[in-house]
């Protein structure tokens, strides 16, 4: 599975932006899809995941918005009253299991990241 991140960028504090995740030749419908992000100088770290239900690290809840759209094969995150500490390269991943995850070990496909840069 080849999965493709976009729809990152640049955004002031508060904005918003929606990062798209998809998959070429492949079906996501089955598959357990999680966002992780890594900021300079740290480690990469979940921020959520759906499969079976949803689920999000605590400092995006509320905020952050993980949906699916089977037709076009899509996953989304929604992301608004963003914050500079938001500021990661995020990617998407994808899991056979379609239970949620939320270690990266659990994931058996990785895409590419997309940059999203939050300025204060």
């Known amino acids: 599975v080849q999965l493709q991140a976009s729809g990152g960028g640049l955004v002031q504090a508060g904005g918003s932006l929606r990062l798209s995740c998809t998959a070429s030749g492949r079906s996501l419908s089955s598959y357990n899809i999680g966002w992780f992000r890594q900021a300079p100088g740290k480690e990469r770290e979940f921020v959520a995941a759906?499969?079976?239900?949803?689920v999000y690290t605590d400092s995006v809840k509320g905020r952050f918005t993980i949906s699916r759209d089977y037709a076009k094969n899509m996953v989304y995150l929604q992301m608004n009253s963003l914050k500079p500490g938001d500021t990661a390269v995020y990617y998407c991943?994808?899991?056979?299991?379609?239970?949620?995850?939320?270690?990266?070990?659990?994931?058996?496909?990785w895409g590419q990241g997309t940059q999203v840069t939050v300025s204060s």
């Open positions: 991943a994808a899991d056979r299991s379609f239970a949620v995850r939320r270690r990266q070990y659990e994931y058996d496909y």
């Open positions: 759906i499969g079976s239900s949803t």
